[in-house]
């Protein structure tokens, strides 16, 4: 298995502006979270100095490719044929960005070799998932 998957992509942040405005994130899958994607967005992409990680369903990604899909704060859902939105919902607000499908695509084909569907729950390393989730260090 590999033991993380790396795509840099530029989205478009859909606004009240007349022009969308490009930017970079990060796909990020592991197999060591197999059930989960990540956006990375870098510093420069965001308002903070450490860049912002979204994490979600790796199968509302997927589901999201074709239908319209999620819940609270991850919507997912194709706009025509070649363009995919995601809406990020926040306390601070919302943002809408454009992915063109077919790099989405592309990540969950990578991201499905390492780790197929069915074997998710196999690739999962209960302890250290637990650990993670406790913020504490695995001996």
């Known amino acids: 298995m590999s033991p993380s998957i790396e795509q840099s992509v530029v989205a478009r942040l859909i ?3 007349p022009h969308s405005l490009a930017v970079p994130v990060i796909l990020r899958y592991r197999d060591t979270d197999p059930l989960a994607v990540r956006l990375v967005f870098p510093p420069e ?3 903070n ?3 912002v990680t979204w994490t979600f369903a790796r199968s509302l990604l997927d589901a999201g490719l074709r239908a ?7 919507h997912i859902w194709p706009c025509g044929r070649v363009q995919t939105m995601v809406e990020l919902r926040s306390p601070e ?11 989405l695509r592309r990540f969950l084909v990578h991201a499905y070799a390492a780790v197929p569907a069915a074997a998710e729950s196999a690739a999962m390393d ?5 650990a993670a989730l406790l913020g504490e260090a695995r001996g």
């Open 49 to 51: 100095d450490t860049g």
């Open 93 to 103: 607000g919302v943002a809408l960005l454009q992915f063109d499908t077919a790099t």
């Open 45 to 47: 992409a965001c308002l």
């Open 15 to 17: 606004s009240d502006a």
């Open 68 to 74: 319209p899909s999620g819940d609270g704060d991850v």
């Open 126 to 130: 209960i302890e250290r998932a637990l």
